[in-house]
């Protein structure tokens, strides 16, 4: 994926935004997707088929407010809090999760509209 675009914060464009989508059908099955389209969608659904990182997107979403700091989600996993920040990371970098620093604290919290443009592409929701 050396080749995917970059943002100013480094993390990668989500390439859905100019797909058009059509109410009864995926825009997958209105026109085909670029090369670079698809790797950049297969890195987010590599991304969401590790089950840690499927779980942190549903406890950030979930959590009161609807973000969450690594402190907040250790206790749900076996895993050390360097590999919970690690997966974290991961999902931000992709633009799955947002984040903002605080002191010493970063709190995530879903990119709602990243969520909803995969949404589209794959089930064909308007966003």
């Not at 797909?19 to 297969?42: D, Y």
């Not at 987010?44 to 590790?50: C, E, G, P, S, T």
Request: some cysteine.
């Amino acid at each position: 994926m050396s080749n995917s675009p970059v943002s100013g914060r480094g993390r990668r464009q989500l390439p859905l935004t100019p797909l058009q989508t059509v109410a009864c059908c995926s825009p997958l099955m209105v026109e085909p997707l670029s090369v670079e389209q698809a790797e950049q969608i297969a890195a987010l659904l590599k991304a969401l088929a590790d089950p840690v990182r499927l779980r942190l997107m549903s406890l950030v979403a979930s959590h009161a407010g609807g973000e969450a700091c690594v402190c907040d989600l250790t206790g749900a996993f076996d895993l050390s809090q360097p590999t919970i920040s690690h997966h974290l990371k991961v999902l931000h970098e992709l633009g799955l999760l947002d984040r903002e620093k605080r002191g010493v604290w970063v709190y995530y919290r879903v990119n709602r509209s990243a969520l909803t443009d995969l949404t589209a592409l794959l089930g064909g929701v308007t966003p």
